[in-house]
């Protein structure tokens, strides 16, 4: 599965409010009628939760969304779509910066229910620990409904708007979600263990379009 995933950052006149409202209740329906999506999901981060921690505060995100794809034929056909420019307009109303990413997304766990509690980890240096065993273990957690991992592949396109660009750098995008708030504690103690300061970590809350 290949995910297209940009970090989003809100224009600077917006309320927080204004801008997750215009994001998922305005933008979500045109991005989910984008070509080949088989899944399109969006993470509001909580940047002022006492679990976004000061690496991720520094990076002034306000969210990430995550469009998954079977194949990047599909991926492409849909940067080059009619329905993407609608998109990319609607854009302009909202969004002050942005940056995309290219994954190999794998759903370690696939959700099958709404989550109560979402926590992201954004790797911004070259971690050499093989997570397996970390998600092994957090698959075991009660509570815990939900692991995706991307794996960074290359930077998407820039882009097409006029506007500030983000500047980030990701390898690697985790996931975790949960029904019991209070297991992404135990879970956050796993993923960073042994990760240095180079993790930044979001407490988030998802809606999924597709």
Not at 4 to 33: E, I, M, T
Not at 58 to 75: I, P, V, Y
Request: with cysteine.
């Amino acid at each position: 599965m290949i995910g297209a995933c940009s970090f989003l950052r809100k224009k600077s006149q917006h309320s927080d409010a204004a801008f997750y409202s215009h994001w998922l209740n305005v933008h979500g329906p045109l991005a989910a009628q984008l070509h080949g999506v088989n899944r399109y999901l969006q993470n509001h981060f909580i940047v002022d939760s006492p679990h976004t921690n000061d690496l991720a505060r520094s990076l002034n995100l306000n969210g990430l969304a995550e469009m998954w794809f079977e194949n990047e034929t599909d991926r492409q056909i849909c940067y080059d779509s009619k329905q993407e420019k609608v998109c990319d307009v609607d854009s302009l109303l909202f969004i002050g910066a942005s940056a995309r990413v290219v994954t190999d997304v794998t759903p370690v766990i696939r959700p099958r229910e709404p989550a109560r509690g979402e926590r992201v980890f954004l790797f911004t240096g070259d971690d050499p620990r093989d997570l397996g065993d970390i998600f092994k273990a957090i698959a075991g957690f009660p509570g815990v409904i939900g692991v995706t991992d991307h794996v960074v592949t290359k930077p998407g396109a820039e882009p097409t708007q006029e506007r500030e660009a983000v500047q980030i750098k990701v390898s690697r995008i985790v996931t975790v979600t949960a029904n019991d708030p209070g297991i992404l504690d135990r879970a956050h103690d796993v993923v960073i263990a042994g990760g240095g300061d180079s993790i930044a970590v979001f407490d988030s809350t998802e809606h999924y379009l597709i």
